[in-house]
């Protein structure tokens, strides 16, 4: 069974701070997607990355896919109010997987004014 | 858009009822999931299907189980609900893995609150 650990669990930080989340494993993924989900709704896709070493930037965040393809990370640069939210990493195994995903633990994300 | 539609956002059952959790897509995917979200521990599989009448057990399968007579329902069945189901249940689906297309993104419900008394 392949895991992903996220960290932190909990980050509370001020407007205007940078953050990062990790999200890493012992074993391959073919692809590493974010979500973040808010109160009362379902995870949303911020972004997908499939090649060892990709970086993604979405406005203020960025997303980078480790060489080995078994971790990455996402930057917060300035951080504000509307960032917060639960933040999930999850992983493609590729091959007959059936686009099944494994979740991190998820990382909830305070930014306060 | 793509829409995936939960029955019910909160339920309230009782110890050793059969409990029916219903998910509609309208995006005429082939996979659809369950989950349960617990804090501190993500979205765990319980089941998924990637055509109808195939189903296959995810991660955490024991005291579920699942049907899927079309292509755009799916259904999670409790058979005999227990306090340690109370949980946040979400439903997604995606596209079914194509060649070079194995990163296909899940487009989740809103989820439905079950509480267990």
């Known amino acids: 069974t392949q895991l992903l650990e996220q960290s932190p669990q909990f980050l509370s930080i001020q407007e205007g701070e940078n953050l990062t989340v990790y999200c890493n494993s012992s074993?391959?993924?073919?692809?590493l997607q974010w979500y973040r989900q808010e109160p009362g709704e379902g995870p949303v896709l911020l972004v997908t990355?499939?090649?060892?070493?990709e970086v993604k930037k979405l406005k203020r965040l960025t997303f980078q896919f480790g060489d080995a393809r078994k971790d990455s990370s996402l930057h917060i640069t300035a951080a504000q109010p509307g960032d917060t939210g639960l933040y999930l990493c999850?992983?493609?195994?590729?091959?007959?997987?059936?686009?099944?995903?494994?979740f991190g633990q998820g990382t909830i994300l305070t930014v306060h004014p | 858009d793509v829409k995936v539609t939960q029955s019910s956002r909160y339920l309230v059952k009782r110890t050793g009822e059969k409990v029916f959790l219903e998910c509609v897509q309208d995006m005429d995917h082939e996979n659809m999931f369950w989950y349960r979200q617990d804090p501190g521990l993500g979205l765990r599989l319980i089941y998924f299907s990637y055509d109808v009448k195939m189903k296959e057990k995810g991660d955490i399968p024991e005291g579920y189980s699942v049907s899927r007579e079309k292509k755009e329902r799916f259904s999670l069945i409790l058979e005999s609900a227990s306090t340690n189901q109370t949980s946040m249940y979400l439903c997604a689906s995606s596209l079914l893995r194509r060649a070079n297309i194995w990163n296909q993104p899940q487009h989740f419900g809103d989820g439905t609150r079950l509480s267990i008394l």
């Open positions: 074993s391959v993924f073919s692809s």
């Open positions: 990355v499939v090649t060892g070493g």
């Open positions: 999850a992983g493609t195994a590729g091959g007959t997987s059936y686009g099944k995903l494994t």
